[in-house]
């Protein structure tokens, strides 16, 4: 899929890309804004790009997730970043480089690199909370966000890790 438009605001994360398929839908639309309280989110296909069309849709149509993102919020569709930013905060906090484990993690499945950098930029405009202090309590919330957006793996390889042995 071509990116099409990828470009984050002061209200709106929006990124748009391209494909020709079957029913004649063309435009993948993943966009966010910034509400009272959290975010609305969407993703849709659409067959014309109208950018005023779809921060209308967004207000009419796109669901509601709070924010910020607080440790172990269930999975709404919209909490990838936020969560995965968890991560990150956490393995820099513990002095482990969350790239390299991130790769090592998931060679075997042919993962692309991450970009700590993006992700948490990302995560900081729609909003999360980082706990001040990564305790047995705040770790046990980051593996159930994970869990949250299907990294299975990378919750194992963590718990590998036995940080906080009972």
């Known amino acids: 899929m071509k990116t099409v438009i990828d470009k984050l605001t002061k209200q709106y994360d929006l990124w748009v890309g391209y494909k020709e398929i079957e029913d004649g839908y063309k435009y993948l639309v993943i966009c966010k804004k910034k509400v009272k309280g959290g975010i609305r989110y969407l993703v849709y296909w659409y067959k014309e ?52 484990f991130y790769q090592k993690t998931y060679q075997d499945e042919g993962h692309k690199e991450i970009d700590c950098d993006f992700i948490l930029r990302l995560a900081d405009w729609e909003g999360v909370e980082y706990p001040e202090l990564w305790d047995k309590k705040a770790y046990e919330g980051m593996l159930e966000s994970l869990t949250e957006i299907n990294y299975h793996s990378l919750v194992g390889a963590l718990e590998s890790l036995n940080l906080w042995m009972d």
């Open 49 to 100: 790009l109208d950018v005023k069309k779809i921060k209308s849709d967004i207000v009419k149509y796109g669901t509601f997730s709070p924010r910020p993102y607080k440790l172990a919020q269930p999975c709404d569709g919209s909490i990838d970043q936020t969560a995965f930013a968890l991560f990150i905060n956490f393995c820099r906090a513990k002095n482990i480089n969350p790239e390299e």
